[in-house]
């Protein structure tokens, strides 16, 4: 029997796969606990739909998230940082404070997005990666000043 799963299932597969299985695992253990359904015409042209609307959302949010990484890729944050001996800076600029600088630009975007390769404690631009989504990424320059 041919079922589509609505739930990733161990050893059998992943929601919205059509997997053929014996009529009785089918009937007594996957559709009666809500793991699958049985594929029928109307079953697999609801998931066709379902997957295409899946699919034009996550086009429109990638598109969305491409254009806020074009807005930034040219913009410099800067951070004031207090210096002491041969300008060296007390303590570093974390994630936290990139983002909360970024929210008073007006983009909300989370700290686990930005992924500095070293820490960000000497005076200069820098360069840091922000990760806005798989398929967008791009560098922000951070800039340290006295």
């Given at each position: 029997m041919k079922v589509i799963l609505l739930k990733d299932v161990k050893g059998q597969g992943k929601k919205d796969q059509i997997i053929n299985v014996s009529d009785g695992y089918a009937n007594n253990y996957l559709i009666k606990n809500g793991l699958a359904v049985a594929e029928t015409k109307k079953s697999k042209e609801v998931l066709d739909i379902?997957?295409?609307?899946?699919?034009?959302?996550?086009?429109?949010l990638v598109r969305n998230m491409q254009e806020i990484a074009n807005k930034l890729k040219d913009k410099n944050i800067s951070f004031k940082v207090k210096t002491g001996a041969m300008d060296k800076v007390f303590g570093a600029i974390s994630t936290k404070?990139?983002?909360?600088?970024?929210?008073?630009?007006?983009?909300?975007?989370?700290?686990?997005?930005?992924?500095?390769?070293?820490?960000?404690?000497?005076?200069?631009?820098?360069?840091?990666?922000?990760?806005?989504?798989?398929?967008?990424?791009?560098?922000?320059?951070?800039?340290?000043?006295?």
């Open positions: 379902q997957l295409q609307k899946r699919k034009d959302e996550e086009d429109a404070q990139i983002s909360d600088e970024l929210k008073k630009m007006g983009y909300n975007i989370d700290k686990k997005c930005i992924k500095p390769q070293f820490p960000i404690d000497t005076l200069g631009t820098h360069k840091v990666p922000v990760e806005l989504h798989k398929k967008v990424k791009f560098d922000l320059n951070i800039v340290l000043k006295k």
